[in-house]
């Protein structure tokens, strides 16, 4: 995805950087009762997701993470075994990192440094914060490493298959306000 940028009258590409997961396996060995989330759900680090029951009682298997569950492994259905080691589940971060690259040699903004947050990053239609995470000067271009959060509900259109369309992505410097 990249969209144009603009700030102080520079022209800005948005490179977003790929959405980072994390892999959900299980600890324990036990037969599938119940899937306690479904795909698509926010869920936080400590949250049930999927209940077995074993010799020794009910486990259950919890995040790892923050993040929006994308899918949970075939095996994962009611009466099924699950082994210690197999996978669960993967989690999409909420994060998103990207880095901000003038189309000019004329530096961004002189006052825009690391470890500060700034508006706005627009992904379709929704608008978020950025925090720049470092600065990195190449000859006399500089580019904007940042990272932002979601609300997990990014979305472009009624598209069945949104993995595949392109947002606008645009930042703009604005007033947090």
Same mark, same amino acid.
């Given at each position: 995805?990249?969209?144009?940028?603009?700030?102080?009258?520079?022209?800005?590409?948005?490179?977003?950087? @790929? !959405?980072?997961?994390?892999?959900?396996?299980?600890?324990?060995?036990?037969?599938?009762? !119940?899937?306690?989330? *479904?795909?698509?759900?926010?869920?936080?680090?400590?949250?049930?997701?999927?209940? $077995?029951?074993?010799?020794?009682?009910? &486990?259950?298997?919890?995040? *790892?993470?923050?993040?929006?569950?994308?899918?949970?492994?075939?095996? &994962? @259905?009611?009466?099924?075994?699950?082994?210690?080691?197999?996978?669960?589940?993967?989690?999409?971060?909420?994060?998103?990192?990207?880095? $901000?690259?003038?189309?000019?040699?004329?530096?961004?903004?002189?006052?825009?440094?690391?470890?500060?947050?700034?508006?706005?990053?627009? &992904?379709?239609? !929704?608008?978020?914060?950025?925090?720049?995470?470092?600065?990195?000067?190449? +000859?006399?271009?500089?580019?904007?490493?940042?990272?932002? !959060?979601?609300? +997990?509900?990014?979305?472009? +259109?009624?598209?069945?298959?949104?993995?595949?369309?392109?947002?606008?992505?645009?930042?703009?410097?604005?007033?947090?306000?």
């Amino acid at each position: 995805m990249l969209g144009s940028m603009e700030a102080s009258g520079s022209e800005m590409d948005v490179r977003l950087l @790929e !959405q980072n997961s994390t892999i959900i396996i299980a600890r324990e060995s036990g037969e599938v009762i !119940q899937k306690l989330v *479904n795909v698509n759900d926010l869920v936080k680090s400590g949250d049930k997701i999927v209940a $077995l029951a074993n010799p020794t009682g009910t &486990i259950d298997i919890r995040s *790892n993470s923050d993040g929006k569950l994308s899918k949970f492994s075939d095996a &994962i @259905e009611k009466g099924a075994t699950v082994q210690q080691g197999d996978f669960v589940a993967e989690l999409l971060s909420r994060d998103i990192n990207g880095v $901000l690259i003038p189309k000019s040699s004329s530096p961004f903004e002189s006052n825009v440094k690391a470890d500060e947050s700034y508006c706005c990053l627009y &992904i379709g239609d !929704q608008r978020l914060d950025v925090k720049i995470l470092n600065v990195v000067k190449s +000859g006399n271009i500089e580019s904007y490493y940042f990272s932002t !959060q979601t609300d +997990g509900k990014i979305e472009s +259109g009624n598209s069945e298959n949104r993995e595949n369309e392109e947002m606008e992505v645009k930042f703009k410097l604005e007033d947090k306000s």
